[in-house]
């Protein structure tokens, strides 16, 4: 039987989400039904899944494979339990199934859309060891001409390109460039710190805002001269999605900066609960761990 995602966001997240979610338990556990359960799903993909279908094929894609790529390396790192051969099936699946789909991106979308698939591009060139394919991705998430770039999501004022949409959307895209520094961390690249640590102020003035205090808004279009929004958009504010801890963690523990209102963000509402889009549960992972050096998780292919 051959699988497909179709444009059902829900479907695919929960299964790559899965995946995940039992690797995090088999390495907090040692429970090796866990690690069972999580290659069993992540092989019931890789051995079926043809087409990524759907308007929004590029996005299901970013937001389902780096999940299923964060669940492969945690049970490939800890576990013998894992085939060669079938490891070698789900690099398969990500070079021919996911890569093919976000390898261009989608520059003129709304920044999550890229985020999400510059995200996933880092992850599939760790796991296949592809060097030429995590530093296009590292390039791109700095000098893309993109709305998810780095500097054209997040102005210097810390205001993000879909701020005056809604902010599902904008705590939505940064999430995903949360995620995407703390990957480039573990290769020993700092993206957390580009831009004069824009990441930084980006989830500041989200987190400001959604905690009902004004913000500076300037009405300018996105890099392409569209998704112009003449204010801030008081959609979904107050709606705070899991995204906050594990930023935190990194500019608060360490390298010591204050991140002021995320931090009030957290106090609210530590620890992160789960939503699909995202990792999640990442008070359980991030508060009151340990200050590891940047490329602590390195892998030797990759620098």
Same mark, same amino acid.
């Given at each position: 039987m051959t699988h497909n995602f179709g444009n059902n966001f829900a479907a695919g997240s929960n299964k790559s989400y899965a995946s995940y979610l039992h690797a995090i338990e088999w390495v907090l556990t040692g429970d090796p039904q866990h690690a069972d359960k !999580?290659?069993?799903?992540?092989? !019931?993909w890789s051995y079926t899944l043809q087409t990524i279908q759907g308007s929004d094929q590029q996005l299901l894609a970013g937001i389902v494979g780096f999940k299923f790529c964060n669940a492969a390396e945690l049970i490939k790192h800890t576990s013998n339990r894992w085939p060669p051969a079938a490891q070698y099936q789900f690099k398969k699946m990500m070079r021919e199934v996911f890569y093919p789909l976000?390898?261009?991106?989608?520059?003129?979308?709304?920044?999550?859309?890229?985020?999400?698939?510059?995200?996933?591009?880092?992850?599939?060139?760790?796991?296949?060891?592809?060097? +030429?394919?995590?530093?296009?991705?590292?390039k791109y998430a700095q000098t893309g001409k993109s709305n998810g770039a780095i500097p054209n999501y997040i102005a210097a004022s810390g205001q993000c390109q879909e701020s005056g949409r809604d902010q599902a959307h904008t705590q939505l895209g940064l999430g995903f460039l949360g995620n995407l520094c703390e990957v480039a961390w573990k290769q020993g690249d700092d993206l957390y710190g580009a831009f004069d640590h824009r990441v930084a102020a980006g989830y500041e003035y989200a987190a400001r805002y959604n905690l009902n205090y004004e913000v500076?808004?300037?009405?300018?279009?996105?890099?392409?001269?569209?998704?112009?929004?003449?204010?801030?958009?008081?959609?979904?504010?107050?709606?705070? @999605?899991?995204?906050?801890?594990?930023?935190?963690?990194?500019?608060?523990? @360490?390298?010591?900066?204050?991140?002021?209102?995320? @931090?009030?963000?957290?106090?609210?509402?530590?620890?992160e609960g789960y939503h699909w889009d995202h990792p999640s549960f990442s008070s359980l992972l991030y508060e009151n761990l340990p200050?590891?050096?940047?490329?602590? +998780? @390195?892998?030797?292919?990759?620098?």
């Open positions: !999580a290659i069993e799903i992540i092989n !019931a976000i390898k261009s991106y989608k520059p003129g979308s709304n920044g999550n859309w890229d985020a999400s698939m510059i995200l996933t591009t880092l992850c599939i060139g760790i796991f296949t060891d592809d060097r +030429g394919m995590y530093e296009d991705a590292l500076p808004y300037n009405p300018v279009p996105d890099v392409f001269g569209n998704h112009l929004n003449k204010k801030i958009s008081n959609d979904k504010r107050g709606e705070f @999605r899991p995204v906050y801890e594990m930023v935190y963690h990194h500019y608060h523990d @360490r390298m010591g900066l204050e991140m002021k209102y995320t @931090r009030m963000v957290l106090d609210k509402i530590r620890p200050v590891f050096p940047k490329g602590y +998780g @390195r892998q030797e292919k990759i620098p």
